[in-house]
């Protein structure tokens, strides 16, 4: 079992959708929750980061983190064809950054 | 957040061959990381660079073949030696900026083809 599952779509969605990504992730000692979006022939750029539990709201992004069920979330609200990209999970406790696969998403206008 | 930049963006090498990558950061920085992303995979971490001490290789990595300098806070190099095809990959580097250890921020890449 990986460290951390992603579900690597493809998601395709039409623009002003609200989409929904997420995280699996087995190992409890993960406290660094971050998301990543990677566009095409570009490094990862850091989206949403939250530290433990709870919810974090940027624009029209939220991220979610249930530590009690190891379950990350990214929620875009009315999503842009500009938010077509590859979005990566990443968490950390002390050690390194552990990333999942990354989920592609494609908005359609 | 910290810039990064990365040299060369891309590059198509030949089998056997070796290739430096540079990474310069517009702030100075402790911890850089190199990592590769193999195409429909997740990114997986070649090694730390911290300054003044040798890199620490992951399970999987070694020295010889992934040369690593770190000759001041704001630069590192990853070599890529005696490239066969398999090395086909984009390399990226990130830095912890300066007093946080919790997230890293990413450069842009290099695109390495070997033929």
């Known amino acids: 079992q990986k460290e951390v599952e992603q579900d690597p779509g493809p998601l395709s969605v039409p623009e002003g959708a609200i989409v929904s990504l997420n995280c699996t992730y087995s190992?409890?000692?993960?406290?660094?929750f971050m998301w990543y979006r990677q566009y095409s022939r570009k490094g990862p750029e850091l989206l949403m980061y939250?530290?433990?539990?709870g919810n974090k709201e940027d624009g029209r992004f939220t991220a979610q983190v249930d530590k009690s069920s190891k379950y990350i979330s990214l929620f875009i609200r009315d999503s842009q064809p500009s938010d077509s990209a590859t979005y990566l999970c990443?968490?950390?406790?002390?050690?390194?950054?552990?990333f999942g696969t990354g989920t592609r998403l494609q908005v359609f206008p | 957040s910290a810039v990064i930049s990365q040299k060369p963006s891309r590059d198509i090498c030949q089998r056997g061959t070796s290739l430096t990558i540079q990474c310069q950061v517009d702030?100075?920085?402790?911890?850089m990381f190199w990592y590769r992303q193999q195409p429909g995979q997740s990114l997986t971490l070649i090694a730390t660079?911290?300054?003044?001490?040798?890199?620490?290789?992951e399970s999987g990595f070694v020295i010889d073949k992934f040369p690593i300098s770190r000759p001041n806070l704001t630069f590192s190099t990853l070599t890529v030696s005696n490239m066969s095809p398999e090395d086909s990959s984009i390399y990226l580097c990130?830095?912890?900026?300066?007093?946080?250890?919790?997230?890293?921020?990413f450069g842009p890449g290099t695109r390495l083809t070997v033929l």
């Open positions: 190992n409890s000692a993960f406290q660094y």
């Open positions: 990443a968490m950390k406790d002390t050690d390194k950054l552990i």
């Open positions: 939250t530290y433990s539990s």
């Open positions: 702030s100075q920085v402790t911890m």
């Open positions: 660079a911290n300054q003044g001490s040798e890199a620490t290789y």
């Open positions: 990130s830095v912890e900026e300066r007093g946080r250890t919790d997230t890293q921020y």
